[in-house]
């Protein structure tokens, strides 16, 4: 019989004993050798790395509760949280709006759509006239506005870029009639035109040069 040190409260007890008579503690665990002595796991706790990933990508990282040592609460939490997350996925994508399908038809009809109601109504003359007086006047009551207009064809031609567009007799002068730009849908109304034809077209200004009336997006009435 030999008398040893308890690890616990450090007083002498005898290795023969079954425990310490001062502090209780089992005297055979202390005489087993360090490396042969149980090994308990640690207990992992959730860190603050990991809990931000279980809390936006919960598909990813809550697999890692399963790693041994992380509490059952913390399973629990974790799981629950990656079902919730996935109710609100799979909710979010059945409640998604859908863009409204265009069919060729609609898209025919809005071509040959009606033009938006004018705000004016004016003679190719009346027009010529006002820019004659006062251009910005004029624009202030024209430029940029929707317009209906009246007047005699006196010249059909096209621009630049190949784009039609007729004149109305009503200027100051045979060089300065109002020009009116047609929109590429009416190539063929224009290409009907006569000089002399009385026609109403609903148009778009678009200021003046030189004084001559300019306008443009125009779609015909008649």
């Not at 308890?6 to 050798?33: K, T, V, Y």
């Not at 109504?121 to 006047?137: F, I, K």
């Not at 020009?179 to 109403?200: E, P, V, W």
Request: with cysteine; proline share 6%; charged share 15%.
């Amino acid at each position: 019989m030999a008398l040893i040190h308890c690890a616990e409260c450090d007083r002498m007890a005898s290795d023969q004993a079954a425990a310490c008579p001062h502090c209780g503690a089992p005297i055979a665990e202390q005489l087993l050798p360090t490396n042969k002595r149980a090994k308990q796991p640690a207990d992992r706790h959730v860190g603050f790395v990991l809990g931000v990933g279980i809390f936006f990508v919960p598909a990813v990282f809550v697999w890692f509760l399963l790693r041994q040592g992380h509490s059952v609460a913390s399973r629990v939490v974790g799981f629950v949280w990656l079902a919730v997350f996935l109710v609100g996925v799979a909710s979010s994508e059945r409640t998604a709006p859908q863009a409204p399908a265009t069919s060729s038809s609609q898209s025919q009809s809005d071509k040959t759509a009606e033009p938006p109601a004018p705000v004016l109504e004016v003679s190719a003359q009346q027009l010529a006239q006002a820019y004659d007086r006062n251009t910005v006047a004029a624009d202030q009551q024209f430029k940029g506005k929707l317009f209906k207009v009246t007047g005699v064809v006196d010249s059909i031609n096209t621009d630049l870029f190949g784009k039609p567009y007729v004149t109305l007799r009503g200027g100051v002068n045979q060089f300065m009639e109002p020009q009116f730009k047609l929109d590429s849908d009416h190539r063929n109304y224009a290409a009907g035109l006569q000089q002399g034809l009385h026609i109403t077209l609903v148009c778009r200004g678009h200021g003046d040069v030189a004084k001559t009336p300019m306008s443009d997006e125009c779609v015909p009435v008649n």
